[in-house]
Nanobody, 114 residues
Framework: VQLVESGGGVVQAGGSLRLSCAASGSTFSINTMYWYRQAPGKDRKLVARISSGGGTNYADSVKGRFTISRDNAKNTVYLQMNILKPEDTAVYYC?????????WGQGTQVTVSS
């Protein structure tokens, strides 16, 4: 399973970014997909998840601002991030589990300037 994130960058507070995670070598349509983030010096934390059926969950810190979605035809999961805050600055990682093995992408840096 390979996961490749893209879409990170530098944005001013209040701005938006859309992250993408392209999956290959997996049974994507039946996998729950996750977005995590890791700020400097901090633990990696769950940001959002989306089930195979499209059900979603979010960390309290991003509710109402971030939206996770998936396109099974493209084997891609997205994270639309709006009203970005400096505290959203982190490396964002895509994750899934298959056969009891966790797979991670290489991460994409998001930097929000104040």
């Amino acid at each position: 399973v390979q996961l490749v994130e893209s879409g990170g960058g530098v944005v001013q507070a209040g701005g938006s970014l859309r992250l993408s995670c392209a999956a290959s070598g997996s049974t994507f349509s039946i996998n729950t997909m996750y977005w995590y983030r890791q700020a400097p010096g901090k633990d990696r934390k769950l940001v959002a998840r989306i089930s195979s059926g499209g059900g979603t969950n979010y960390a309290d810190s991003v509710k109402g601002r971030f939206t996770i979605s998936r396109d099974n035809a493209k084997n891609t999961v997205y994270l639309q991030m709006n009203i970005l805050k400096p505290e959203d600055t982190a490396v964002y990682y895509c994750n899934t589990e298959q056969g009891f093995i966790a797979y991670w992408g290489q991460g994409t840096q998001v930097t929000v300037s104040s």
